[in-house]
Nanobody
């Protein structure tokens, strides 16, 4: 019923920018939060950024703070991740995710209810 589809990944050089998109269908986002996670080869899935759908409150992992920006287009049911000053360490499969709003847990994988299939981001040095 609920589907999340990521797009916008690719191969770029260090210092470049990239914007990821996640199109959602099957639900209304009022009262929800959307997040971006990433998983590098042989690594655990980790939190990147999250946004409150209605109010726009944002959260970022320390590793991307100041470089990445999460945003949303309510009319299009789409969440974006603008990635600037990309580094080789940012190389990973990036996933968007959905969760019902709660007080805590925006950074936790197990707090999200729906996930997209992922999009590959590769940053060369």
């Amino acid at each position: 019923q609920v589907q999340l589809v990521e797009s916008g990944g690719g191969l770029v050089q260090a210092g470049a920018s990239l914007r990821l998109s996640c199109a959602a269908s099957g639900l209304t986002f009022s009262g929800y939060e959307m997040g971006w996670f990433r998983q590098g080869p042989g690594k655990e899935r980790e939190f990147v950024a999250a946004i409150n759908w209605s109010g726009g409150r944002t959260y970022y992992a320390d590793s991307v703070k100041g470089r990445f920006t999460i945003s949303r287009d309510n009319a299009k049911n789409t969440v974006y991740l603008q990635m600037n000053s990309l580094e080789p360490e940012d190389t990973a499969v990036y996933y968007c995710a959905f969760r019902y709003l709660s007080r805590l847990g925006y950074e936790r994988v197990d707090h999200y209810n729906y996930w997209g299939q992922g999009t590959q981001v590769t940053v060369s040095s």
